[in-house]
């Protein structure tokens, strides 16, 4: 197929109700609040994005993503030859300041569009176009991608509770949400290794919610506890990266950065300092497809440890990250159970789970189908 170009760029709302209630250092929410973009092209290929609405991280809301879509990204993709995707996909990166979930959800229908129209499943097109040349004899790109799964912020007893029925469901990699309370985020995380055992990995995620001295305190009481724990995402404030690093020097625990990054400048930043162990890539921080694989590449030749991330997403948003993850693999279990989350699967098709296995489809583009008419919209599915 040749000779297409962009003919319409639309944005849908959507909620989608969560099976348990999404809880953070940062925020409490039932619903995935999110912001999907279509994009047509003039042989009729759709392809998808997604925008979250995440106040709190990103400061991108609903109505601001949809303005920064309509005003400024779709003017500079209606008309546009897709074969010129590349360039394309760099134009709407320099469109328009920040705005990274806007950028993002436009970015990733552009790359889903593509792949369909290649026939090929989104991961492979994310790794002949970004990954670094594969030795002879590699193996080919696999739709299989390993994620943790969240434990929500809460009591001692809930998070136990919680602990104990996500092993049930076949997870092995727990992502504790503590820095609600220093005080007693140390009991908390015992009350989890107590419940699930010794041999369940336990990381946790403070989103920001302990100054420079309370994060020392309490990383260091979680080292003398022996508690098992694998790293600490994020302690302090995300613009505070000498913050970050202040506290990595003064703990054992591996540090993760995850609000600190955003930019390749950001990543800079976090190398010059000596601020993080590892890093947490998510495309609704970076805005695109290309600088999550250059952030990922970058990071690892560094020495630093990788992961791909997601805020609270669907399929489609959870369906990029995951094919980022599988066309340059990380070095640690992913973070991308966001879609699980979900009373309902929004969309037909796309990614699935079983346990801690996402199973992205082999299917061209993100393999979403259509859009379920109780979601909120009767659109056609994407060809």
């Given at each position: 197929m040749a000779g297409s170009s962009?003919?319409?760029?639309?944005?849908?709302?959507?909620?989608?109700?969560?099976?348990?209630?999404?809880?953070?250092?940062?925020?409490?929410?039932?619903?995935?609040?999110?912001?999907?973009?279509?994009v047509t092209d003039s042989d009729g290929v759709v392809g998808w994005g997604e925008a979250p609405q995440v106040w709190q991280v990103t400061g991108e809301s609903l109505a601001s993503a949809q303005a920064c879509v309509d005003q400024m990204l779709a003017p500079v993709l209606v008309g546009r030859d897709v074969d010129d995707w590349c360039e394309v996909s760099a134009t709407v990166q320099r469109a328009v300041a920040r705005n990274h979930g806007a950028k993002a959800a436009v970015d990733t229908a552009l790359h889903d569009l593509v792949a369909r129209r290649a026939g090929l499943p989104l991961p492979q097109l994310l790794a002949r176009t970004y990954a670094a040349a594969a030795p002879a004899g590699a193996a080919p790109i696999g739709l299989l991608v390993s994620t943790d799964v969240t434990l929500s912020a809460g009591s001692a007893e809930d998070l136990g509770e919680a602990a104990a029925a996500r092993v049930a469901d076949g997870f092995s990699t727990l992502?504790?949400?503590?820095?609600?309370?220093?005080?007693?985020?140390?009991?908390?995380?015992?009350?989890?290794?107590?419940r699930v055992?010794?041999?369940?990995?336990?990381?946790?995620?403070?989103?920001?919610?302990?100054?420079?001295?309370?994060?020392?305190?309490?990383?260091?009481?979680?080292?003398?506890?022996?508690?098992?724990?694998?790293?600490?995402?994020?302690?302090?404030?995300?613009?505070?990266?000498?913050?970050?690093?202040?506290?990595?020097?003064?703990?054992?625990?591996?540090?993760?950065?995850?609000e600190?990054?955003?930019?390749?400048?950001?990543?800079?930043?976090?190398?010059?300092?000596?601020?993080?162990?590892?890093?947490?890539?998510?495309?609704?921080?970076?805005?695109?497809?290309?600088?999550?694989?250059?952030?990922?590449?970058?990071?690892?030749?560094?020495?630093?440890?990788?992961?791909?991330?997601?805020?609270?997403?669907?399929?489609?948003?959870?369906?990029?990250?995951?094919?980022?993850?599988?066309?340059?693999?990380?070095?640690?279990?992913?973070d991308l159970d966001a879609a699980w989350w979900a009373a309902r699967p929004p969309f037909e098709g796309g990614v699935t789970y079983d346990g801690p296995t996402l199973t992205l489809p082999d299917a061209p583009g993100l393999g979403v189908t259509a859009l379920r008419p109780a979601a909120g919209s009767t659109a056609a599915g994407p060809r």
């Open positions: 962009v003919v319409s760029v639309v944005c849908l709302h959507l909620s989608v109700a969560l099976h348990t209630p999404f809880v953070t250092a940062l925020r409490r929410t039932d619903s995935c609040e999110t912001l999907v973009v279509r992502k504790m949400k503590i820095g609600t309370d220093a005080a007693t985020d140390v009991a908390r995380v015992r009350a989890v290794r107590e055992g010794p041999h369940v990995v336990v990381r946790l995620d403070a989103n920001q919610g302990w100054t420079r001295g309370e994060a020392v305190e309490v990383i260091r009481a979680l080292e003398e506890a022996d508690l098992g724990v694998d790293l600490v995402e994020q302690p302090v404030a995300g613009d505070d990266v000498e913050g970050l690093a202040w506290v990595r020097s003064r703990v054992g625990l591996p540090i993760m950065a995850d600190s990054l955003y930019s390749v400048i950001d990543l800079d930043r976090i190398l010059r300092l000596g601020a993080a162990d590892l890093v947490n890539v998510k495309l609704a921080k970076c805005g695109s497809l290309a600088v999550g694989a250059l952030l990922l590449e970058r990071a690892a030749g560094a020495g630093l440890g990788t992961l791909v991330g997601t805020m609270m997403e669907s399929q489609i948003g959870v369906g990029a990250a995951a094919s980022l993850a599988a066309a340059l693999p990380t070095s640690t279990t992913n």
